[in-house]
């Protein structure tokens, strides 16, 4: 069976064709720069060089139309299944859901609480049931996977009628990625994920960390937005929610540009004005103070983290780094870890410089923690999901 993951933004569209009888990938792709004067789709088949063509593609309808011939060009057909990728599932979605016309509408419900998300993954949805409606379609969010969080670790400190009327609580995000890397890690230790105490770090543009007590998240950093828990690439992360008003009394921002200041220009881009990690280490090396801050910030971040999660949990069996920076920057695992020896968090630093995808076990074997580095495949999981899914609706 052949599942077609997508995951459409505002103005792009990523997608990933795999072949579930062995898991692997037949063709991947991204439509960019939707609506501009001119979009480039690149895409890649198994084992062949990429493809890249500029092309005028107005809106997501046009964009799904040239992806659908790609596919029969590449002669990959017609998938069994259409996996959507969606943000933000609400207190509605705790699984993969078959798309119905009731499913389209809770999520556009959702929409207030994932503006910035919810509503690009939605026109993606309609477009390809408009184009592809007679075969099934699956929207996996990256919000169920933390519906276990009990509602101590879930709930604000704030009336209860913005809860009970407009839904304001902690979700948590990249909950695709959380569960494929802990089912992976419980692979690799060889022990059932239902009996592991462990805590993920997803360390991407965006960033996350997830408590997870027997297989189930607890706890996780990201909250009823993503803007919340961990310093990111772009985004604030913890913050004084009492600084919106200084904002605002101080320069005389408004709701719009305090949105926009806290997502896009903060983070690491705000201490030292570059947001991708690779960048951040060179502006260090050649002695930039900024980039040394930020580098320092960002890792004292995840420590603190750690050692909660580690008092929430009493007792963990792995410490899992994936994501772009928690999968391939040694030097800043290192430096989440350091000290933490006490908690029997070890790192072996030649371990560590070696770790290789798709998993790696960085610390010493007889370690009390293991600490892992293990390669996420968010678009994997949500085909494993979606076909899951799918199964479950044929059988009943
Ligand atoms: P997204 O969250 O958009 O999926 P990724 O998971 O790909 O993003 O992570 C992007 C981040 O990973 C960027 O900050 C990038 O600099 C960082 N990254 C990628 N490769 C390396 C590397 N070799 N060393 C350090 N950081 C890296």
């Keep these: 069976m052949n599942i077609l993951v997508l995951n459409a933004g505002s103005s792009s569209i990523k997608y990933s064709l795999f072949d579930m009888a062995d898991q692997s990938v037949l063709l991947t792709g991204i439509i960019e720069r939707i609506g501009e004067s001119l979009a480039v789709h690149r895409y890649r088949l198994a084992d062949e060089q990429p493809n890249s063509a500029e092309k005028i593609i107005n809106n997501h309808q046009q964009a799904l139309q040239d992806l659908f011939c790609v596919l029969s060009a590449t002669g990959a057909g017609q998938p069994a299944c259409i996996g959507h990728r969606v943000v933000h599932g609400g207190e509605f979605f705790r ?200 580098l320092a910030m960002y890792a004292y971040r995840i420590k603190k983290y750690i050692g909660a999660y580690v008092a929430v949990l009493g007792r963990i069996d792995a410490l899992v780094f994936t994501g772009g920076i928690g999968e391939n920057d040694a030097w800043l695992r290192q430096q989440c870890c350091a000290g933490l020896s006490v908690l029997g968090i070890v790192i072996d630093s030649e371990q560590n410089l070696a770790a290789n995808r798709p998993c790696a076990r960085i610390s010493p074997a007889d370690s009390p923690v293991q600490v892992l580095v293990i390669g996420t495949q968010e678009e994997l999981e949500i085909a494993i999901q979606a076909q899951a899914c799918i199964q479950q609706q044929v059988s009943g």
Aim: contains cysteine.
């Design 95 to 294: 699984e993969p859901a078959l798309i119905t016309a009731d499913v389209t509408q809770q999520i556009a419900s959702v929409i207030p609480l994932a503006p910035l998300h919810n509503p690009a993954n939605l026109l993606g949805i309609q477009e390809a049931l408009r184009l592809m409606g007679d075969i099934p379609q699956v929207a996996v969010f990256d919000t169920a996977f933390h519906h276990s969080l009990p509602d101590y670790a879930y709930r604000y400190a704030l009336p209860n009628t913005l809860y009970k009327d407009q839904g304001v609580r902690r979700y948590g995000f990249h909950g695709t990625s959380h569960h494929y890397v802990a089912k992976q890690a419980a692979q690799f230790l060889g022990k059932a994920l239902t009996a592991l105490n462990m805590i993920t770090l997803h360390l991407g543009n965006g960033a996350s960390i997830t408590a997870i007590e027997n297989g189930r998240s607890i706890d996780t950093s990201m909250g009823m937005t993503p803007l919340e828990g961990l310093m990111m690439g772009t985004r604030c992360g913890d913050i004084d929610p009492a600084l919106h008003f200084y904002l605002s009394r101080t320069l005389g921002l408004s709701l719009d540009e305090i949105e926009n200041l806290l997502n896009k220009s903060s983070g690491c881009k705000g201490i030292c004005g570059e947001n991708d990690m690779r960048g951040i280490h060179r502006m260090a090396e050649s002695g930039d103070e900024t980039a040394r801050l930020a």
